[in-house]
């Protein structure tokens, strides 16, 4: 089983900036795409942004030029940098994994549990 634990939520006022940080354990073979799902009250999980192993990335169009996504394979873990952030940002985020745990098994889809990024105005 591969386990993923978020950590680096808060409050923050408009403006500032946080960072998180999600590392995957566990039984792993390979992770291909790793990134971050947020959800707020009342509205569906969406993808915020998403980093293949080979460097690709994809960014919600809401977040584009004031998040960016990194990774350190060697650590199997992921990073989300938050500038300029705003109240709609205000979300519990979560952390997302697509891999494998032996060389022999289809893709299998991991999440974290969640943490609550909250932005005062």
């Known amino acids: 089983q591969v386990q993923l634990v978020e950590s680096g939520g808060g409050l923050v006022q408009a403006g500032g900036s946080l960072r998180l940080s999600c590392a995957a354990s566990?039984?792993?073979?390979?992770?291909?795409?790793m990134g971050w799902y947020r959800q707020a009250p009342g509205k569906q999980r969406e993808l915020v942004a998403a980093?293949?192993?080979?460097?690709?990335?994809n960014y919600a169009d809401s977040v584009k030029g004031r998040f960016t996504i990194s990774r350190d394979n060697a650590k199997n873990t992921v990073y989300l940098q938050m500038n300029s952030l705003k109240p709609e940002d205000t979300a519990v985020y979560y952390c997302?994994?697509?891999?494998?745990?032996?060389?022999?098994?289809?893709?299998?889809?991991?999440w974290g549990q969640g943490t609550q990024v909250t932005v005062s105005s």
């Open positions: 997302n994994a697509k891999g494998k745990e032996t060389p022999f098994d289809s893709e299998s889809q991991y």
């Open positions: 566990g039984s792993i073979f390979r992770l291909n795409a």
């Open positions: 980093l293949t192993s080979g460097g690709s990335t």
